[in-house]
């Protein structure tokens, strides 16, 4: 004789929405992941972001097919009553089920190889630039190509955190540490706990970290209010070093975007250093101190000083490229306020992200992150594929009337400065008025 199914409502499930009480729902199951999101291989944020509600879209977005067998340990013996699909995400999850049918998420093609001998190649002409050169054109033209260098294995340092795009999880979690931490000096361990939060909060202003970026932007005006982030545990004080600079963020965007990767390494010194728990703190250490033996050491072989800072100066400018292209694909997208929802998870990610349209042949330059959108429906899909499924992604944003952004480089470049500027106006006026009212 079958057991009766035991039910739990909506309301009763958003209670366990708290740490030391997390509970999701899968596919109308309810699961208790309280003492899972300790060893989380995603990390806790993901967890408790979608905490006490339906969270399948997003589960199906970021696990393989073997995930499923894990999930009984968790099920509490309950289901969620009055669970209901809808129509978007049951297109999205037949689209996901076609894609995994067709193998898609496991062919890599030659994706990896060839950019792991085009990242190499760049390396190897920015060191024999400053080695085997009096030339100063030849060092600068040497700094251009480490920033470049830099720019290319950013791409892979983040295909090896969405999947195994080598031949095993130890490859994989080596080819992280070479290509984030040893040669350009960012922990995978703060992008993997930044980006994650990203994918899971797309633009929502207080949980979405790539959009806290006070006091220097301010990308609606929603963060003149100075909000609390939820990521960072802590006010986005909206003072008036912030209303001075963002007054100005849509002239000072560019400057700011070339010296960006100083703040990139800030963080990571910030995060391996903080009391939080990080995953493989001393490999993630060491890999970056390796980092700052080689790197320091290539510029110390430079003849003088000049040449040093430029040499530095002009790898980081060209490393800005990839910055920019990074805040084109959200700045100027639609943003809110308040936690991510498991039931809107399409349209969210239709709403936050902007695509740059580009012609076939400039793929390799935009890493794949030029089809933004297809990208967070389906991050562990290569970036080999994801040209092909994006008009099966444009049929569903319009079968749906939902928005497909794409726009091309120039045309983001200026949306986002307009976006910027439109904040920065309204910002400008706060202080003037702040002004007038105590002289």
Known sequence: ????????????????????????????????????????????????????????????????????AHLDQFFTGYYLKDFVVSEVSKDYRKLASEFSKLGLFEKKEHTVVKSLLFVTLLFVGAVYGV????SFFVHM???????FAWVQVAYLGHDSGHYNMMTSKGFNQLAQILTGNCLTGISIAWWKWTHNAHHIACNSLDYDPDLQ???????????????????????????????????????????????????LFVQTFLLLFSNRKVPNRALNIL???????????????????????????????????????????????????GPPKGNNWFEKQTAGTIDISCSSWMDWFHGGLQFQLE????PRLPRCHLRK???????????????????????????????????????????????????
């Open 1 to 68: 004789m079958a057991m009766e199914k035991k039910y739990v409502t909506q309301e009763e499930l958003k209670q366990h929405n708290k740490p030391g009480d997390l509970w999701i729902s899968i596919q109308g199951k309810v699961y208790n992941v309280t003492d899972w999101v300790k060893t989380h291989p995603g990390g806790d944020i993901p967890l408790l972001n979608l905490a006490g509600q339906d969270a399948t879209d997003a589960f199906i977005a970021f696990h393989p097919g073997t995930a499923w």
């Open 131 to 134: 080695l085997g050169s009096n």
């Open 141 to 147: 033209g040497a700094g251009a190509l480490l920033g």
């Open 213 to 263: 970026h006070l006091p220097f932007f301010a990308v609606s005006t929603s963060l003149f209010k100075s909000i609390t982030s939820v990521f960072y545990g802590r006010e986005l004080s909206f003072d008036t070093m912030a209303k001075l600079c963002v007054s100005y963020q849509h002239y000072t965007f560019y400057p700011v975007m070339c010296v960006g990767r100083i703040n």
């Open 287 to 337: 890999g970056i101190l390796v980092f700052w033996t080689w790197f320091p050491l290539l510029v110390s072989c430079l003849p003088n000083w000049t040449e040093r800072i430029l040499f530095v100066l002009v790898s980081f400018v060209v490393t800005s490229i990839q910055h920019i292209q990074f805040c084109l694909n959200h700045f100027s997208a639609d943003t809110y306020v």
């Open 375 to 378: 990208h967070h429906l389906f």
């Open 389 to 439: 499924i994006s008009p099966l992604v444009k049929d569903l944003c319009k079968k749906h009337d939902l928005p497909y952004k794409s726009f091309s480089f120039y045309d983001a470049n200026v949306r986002t400065i307009k976006t910027l500027r439109e904040a920065a106006v309204q910002a400008r006026g706060l202080i003037w008025e702040a002004v007038n009212t105590h002289g």
